[in-house]
T-cell receptor, first 114, second 112 residues
Framework: KAGVTQTPRYLIKTRGQQVTLSCSPI?????VSWYQQTPGQGLQFLFE???????NKGNFPGRFSGRQFSNSRSEMNVSTLELGDSALYLC?????????????FGPGTRLLVL | GESVGLHLPTLSVQEGDNSIINCAYS??????FIWYKQESGKGPQFIID?????DKRQGQRVTVLLNKTVKHLSLQIAATQPGDSAVYFC???????????FGPGTSLSVIP
């Protein structure tokens, strides 16, 4: 099976712009979670989608949003970019939701905000 | 933000020695714990997990120990190899909040 894929792998934006990142989960997986990874804050949970519904949300401002399509592919959007949004954004998929699900991570999208 | 308490130490071990990576968690309601390995340029990779009703679980060359009394988790790697060099994260999840919370990570460096 192909693993989790994320596009683009690298992105440079300027403050105030918006960005959309894409994640294709492992075939058959219906849960997609997004994480932000920075040196200072580590890995922080953004949100989880399961069967096109947001199931859980982390402590991020409303500028961060996401969605999931019927084929389980997911996108996340960050509007009005700030310098502090520079990070590695990771997507993880799982065949189910709930505690104890095994997550498989993609390689991430590295976003640099100038 | 929320985090499992691990203050980003680095650990250097000789090839062939055993490694022990420690993690303190803060939420006594957590009932599922996971260790991940992240190599440079890659996403985290699942290593081993343990439920709160267990205190030890073994995998291939890895063992996870859970001490709920002191809210402590450890990962033991036997016969450490150069390919084990990576950042290791512990993570916790609980039915009351049902999202994965990661620790800050430990960088393991294996000396050939």
């Amino acid at each position: 099976k192909a693993g989790v894929t994320q596009t683009p792998r690298y992105l440079i934006k300027t403050r105030g712009q918006q960005v959309t990142l894409s994640c294709s989960p492992i075939s058959g997986h219906r849960s997609v979670s997004w994480y932000q990874q920075t040196p200072g804050q580590g890995l922080q949970f953004l949100f989880e989608y399961f069967s096109e519904t947001q199931r859980n949300k982390g402590n991020f401002p409303g500028r961060f949003s996401g969605r999931q399509f019927s084929n389980s592919r997911s996108e996340m959007n960050v509007s009005t970019l700030e310098l502090g949004d520079s990070a590695l954004y990771l997507c993880a998929s799982s065949h189910r939701t709930g505690v104890g699900k095994t997550q498989y991570f993609g390689p991430g999208t590295r976003l640099l905000v100038l | 933000g929320e985090s499992v308490g691990l203050h980003l130490p680095t650990l250097s071990v000789q090839e062939g020695d055993n490694s022990i990576i420690n993690c303190a968690y803060s939420n006594s309601a957590s009932d599922y714990f996971i260790w991940y390995k992240q190599e440079s340029g890659k996403g985290p990779q699942f290593i081993i997990d343990i439920r709160s009703n267990m205190d030890k679980r073994q995998g291939q060359r890895v063992t996870v120990l859970l001490n709920k009394t002191v809210k402590h988790l450890s990962l033991q790697i036997a016969a450490t190899q150069p390919g084990d060099s990576a950042v290791y994260f512990c993570a916790e999840e609980g039915t009351s909040y049902d999202k994965v919370i990661f620790g800050p990570g430990t960088s393991l460096s294996v000396i050939p």
